[in-house]
């Protein structure tokens, strides 16, 4: 399954017919912090076609402009799971805090 809060937004996208697209980097390996990770197993973009929505799945960067074109003219929400490298990762997260300002996840 989607991780938690892509899920409930993707379904809600669906029942609301709001035509969003998410972008997910999946690396497998659950971000920044090591003790999370994602079963390799799990099609994100599969998922979002069985929810009534619109998957796309890239495996090159150069199939990265042709998924978001897609996924734009859609006219339905979308995913554009892009398969990344697990051995790169961001220094850091990023997560609004509670005043909206920028918080960075040391």
């Given amino acids: 399954m989607l991780p938690g809060a892509e899920r409930r937004e993707l379904e809600t996208a669906a029942r609301h017919k709001f035509n969003a697209v998410m972008v997910i980097n999946q690396n497998f390996a659950g971000g920044v912090r090591d003790k999370y990770g994602y079963d390799k197993s799990i099609n994100f973009a599969k998922v979002a076609d069985s929810m009534g929505c619109v998957g796309f799945r890239v495996e090159k960067?150069?199939?990265?402009?042709?998924?978001?074109?897609?996924?734009?003219?859609?006219?339905?929400?979308?995913?554009?799971?892009?398969?990344?490298?697990?051995?790169?990762?961001?220094?850091?997260?990023?997560?609004?805090?509670?005043?909206?300002?920028?918080?960075?996840?040391?």
């Fill in 61 to 106: 960067p150069s199939e990265i402009r042709s998924a978001l074109d897609k996924a734009l003219a859609a006219e339905r929400p979308a995913i554009v799971e892009i398969i990344s490298d697990p051995e790169i990762k961001a220094k850091h997260g990023w997560a609004p805090n509670a005043s909206g300002a920028d918080r960075r996840d040391r």
